[in-house]
């Protein structure tokens, strides 16, 4: 009996590690479509390099006080 829990022990973790291989590669499959880009996503890149060159702009802007 102590040979089958000492067994039990020692498979446990290549068990385990092969069901979550298993179960991430099935799931990595599905996630694929989502990860297509949408077609608005050219225009959502440009927008948000638009407001972040005119971030920068008022970064380096100097600013005066208001005293």
């Known amino acids: 009996m102590p040979e089958l829990l000492y067994l039990l022990v020692v498979?446990?973790?290549?068990?385990?590690?092969?069901?979550?291989?298993l179960v991430m590669m099935a799931g990595g499959s599905r996630r694929h479509d989502a990860t297509?880009?949408?077609?608005?996503?050219?225009?959502?890149i440009a927008r948000l390099r638009a407001?972040?060159?005119?971030?920068?702009?008022?970064?380096?802007?100097?600013?005066?006080?208001s005293r």
């Open 11 to 21: 498979l446990a973790c290549p068990v385990g590690m092969g069901i979550m291989m």
């Open 36 to 44: 297509e880009p949408r077609p608005d996503t050219d225009s959502e």
């Open 51 to 65: 407001e972040v060159e005119q971030l920068r702009h008022e970064r380096t802007r100097p600013h005066r006080s």
